[in-house]
């Protein structure tokens, strides 16, 4: 699978995200505690923690799910604008989330997962009218994955991985500038896993931008150059892979001894 370059330009684009002292409360406890991180546009970057860390609430900030506290030195911009319309913004970005395979019908063809990308939906309605623009674009996103073949197939018979792709060439039909993947991994056995971290690189590699959060050392892929560090809702490190992907810093991450080993560009936690 050949993917071509998303977007030769080389006119300075505004920052995905640019984040100043910034805290999100999910309950009464703070998830994002005082966080200010930039992100460029086209940049491939991971946010890696454990569980709980307060990656998934990061998602959500981006995606207008949750919303920073008000105050006099917080500032979040996304794409270089403060204000958002929400269909505007999800136009922009690429999500690719486990709760959306959970909340798609099983009886959705993958065509109408892929297509109901456009309704920001998660399968096509009888009041959606897709037109045949779009249709196009759901095609060309079909061909982009590999999985033109599975238009017709029923989520409930596909196998993980293709539930995967799926839900990648859904968040590829509006042709946005980033693709955030959040644990992208999940349930997957090792052979999905290895088709989607190749998946991956053929996205990167084609100039589209890439922000993966996740708690998987191995998930990073050799295209990605940045990493940060999030515990207890806190960027602990952000830098360079090869200055922040180290045993040392990874055992204080997440609290328990690691080594790591690195092969063909990967890294793996032992």
Known sequence: ??????????????????????????????????????????????ILGPNGCGKSTLIKTITRECYPLATQQASMAILGRERWDIFALRSQLGIVTPDLLASCATDATCRDV??????????????????????????????????????????AQMSSGEAKRTLIARALVHEPQTLLFDEPSNTLDIAAQQQLRETMRQLARSGLGILLVTHHVAEIIPEIGRIVLLREGRILADGPKEEILTAARLTDLFGVPIHLVRRDGHFHSV
């Open 1 to 46: 699978m050949e993917l071509t370059s998303h977007n030769s330009s080389v006119t300075k684009r505004p920052p995905l995200l640019a984040l100043q002292h910034v805290t999100v409360m999910r309950g009464a406890r703070a998830a994002l505690d005082d966080v200010s991180l930039r992100i460029e546009a086209g940049e491939q970057v991971c």
């Open 114 to 155: 892929v297509l109901s990308g456009f309704f920001s939906a998660t399968r096509i309605f009888p009041h959606h009218s897709p037109s045949s623009d779009l249709l196009e674009k759901t095609n060309r996103a079909l061909d982009r994955l590999g999985i033109a073949h599975l238009a017709g197939r029923q989520v």
